[in-house]
């Protein structure tokens, strides 16, 4: 066994982040195994896939995500930013992400909010999961923890994880109160304590962005069931030897 190599926001060192494009290029890589991306509500509330909440790093557009309708968003260029040869790559819909990834990969979907920013955020992505039938190919995390408990409450049935950017303590309470499955952390803060708590705790554990080959062996050295998110899967791969 190895660990699970995912492409973050889709294989987002050759193609622009969060695109189909990019979800392509990593789904073409029989040893990724999964895609992680960002979802937030459009005006008109369908979920889509954007990791900012503002547009003007991504996109041509200009202004908050949340105040545009779907129609509007999927008219801005998603890609030129990245390269002339993804002009035109548009901001996906969560669903159009989930039939390109259906039966082919894990789906890490990453709930972006803030607050109050998108009351009907987890029950708009359950709906999408539910309708793809993919409630066993995905998995929700976010920094808003009240919303993996939200998630959690609507579908019991799909995995959620917190993510955490730092030292995590009591950990033990945090996931008792959400009923959380997964702890997504940043991967300096691993430690062999902290796996073992994991482990004893019955966790997933899930590691960000690691694209360097001795970090990601680093990683891999602490535990063959830590998957590793990344920015370069190819680099992944010759970390692991896969």
């Given at each position: 066994?190895?660990?699970?190599?995912?492409?973050?926001?889709?294989?987002?060192?050759?193609?622009?982040?969060?695109?189909?494009?990019?979800?392509?290029?990593?789904?073409?890589?029989?040893?990724?195994?999964?895609?992680?991306?960002?979802?937030?509500?459009?005006?008109?509330?369908?979920?889509?896939?954007?990791?900012?909440?503002?547009?003007?790093?991504?996109?041509?557009?200009?202004?908050?995500?949340?105040?545009?309708?779907?129609?509007?968003?999927?008219?801005?260029?998603?890609?030129?930013?990245?390269?002339?040869?993804?002009?035109?790559?548009?901001?996906?819909?969560?669903?159009?992400?989930?039939?390109?990834?259906?039966?082919?990969?894990?789906?890490?979907?990453?709930?972006?909010?803030?607050?109050?920013?998108?009351?009907g955020l987890a029950e708009a992505a359950v709906k999408a999961i539910r309708e793809a039938g993919?409630?066993?190919?995905?998995?929700?995390?976010?920094?808003?923890?009240?919303?993996?408990?939200?998630?959690?409450?609507?579908?019991?049935?799909?995995?959620?994880?917190?993510?955490?950017?730092?030292?995590?303590?009591?950990?033990?309470?945090?996931?008792?109160?959400?009923?959380?499955?997964?702890?997504?952390?940043?991967?300096?803060?691993?430690?062999?304590?902290?796996?073992?708590?994991?482990?004893?705790?019955?966790?997933?554990?899930?590691?960000?962005?690691?694209?360097?080959?001795?970090?990601?062996?680093?990683?891999?050295?602490?535990?063959?069931?830590?998957?590793?998110?990344?920015?370069?899967?190819?680099?992944?791969?010759?970390?692991?030897?896969?």
């Open positions: 066994m190895t660990n699970d190599i995912y492409a973050h926001r889709g294989w987002s060192a050759e193609a622009p982040e969060n695109t189909m494009a990019a979800f392509r290029k990593a789904l073409e890589a029989p040893y990724v195994a999964g895609i992680e991306l960002d979802v937030q509500l459009s005006k008109d509330g369908v979920p889509v896939v954007i990791h900012d909440f503002t547009l003007h790093r991504t996109t041509n557009g200009r202004g908050l995500v949340k105040e545009m309708t779907l129609a509007e968003l999927q008219a801005l260029d998603a890609g030129s930013w990245f390269g002339e040869a993804f002009r035109g790559e548009r901001i996906p819909t969560l669903a159009e992400a989930l039939a390109l990834a259906k039966g082919r990969a894990t789906v890490n979907i990453e709930l972006k909010t803030a607050g109050h920013m998108y009351p993919m409630e066993k190919e995905v998995y929700f995390t976010s920094f808003d923890h009240l919303a993996m408990l939200e998630a959690k409450s609507i579908a019991p049935d799909i995995r959620t994880g917190l993510l955490v950017g730092g030292r995590p303590i009591a950990m033990k309470y945090q996931f008792e109160a959400t009923g959380a499955d997964v702890l997504s952390i940043a991967f300096p803060y691993l430690t062999p304590e902290l796996v073992k708590e994991t482990k004893e705790l019955g966790l997933e554990l899930f590691a960000w962005t690691i694209d360097e080959v001795d970090h990601i062996r680093t990683v891999a050295a602490l535990g063959a069931d830590i998957a590793i998110c990344t920015n370069r899967p190819d680099r992944a791969r010759e970390a692991l030897g896969v």
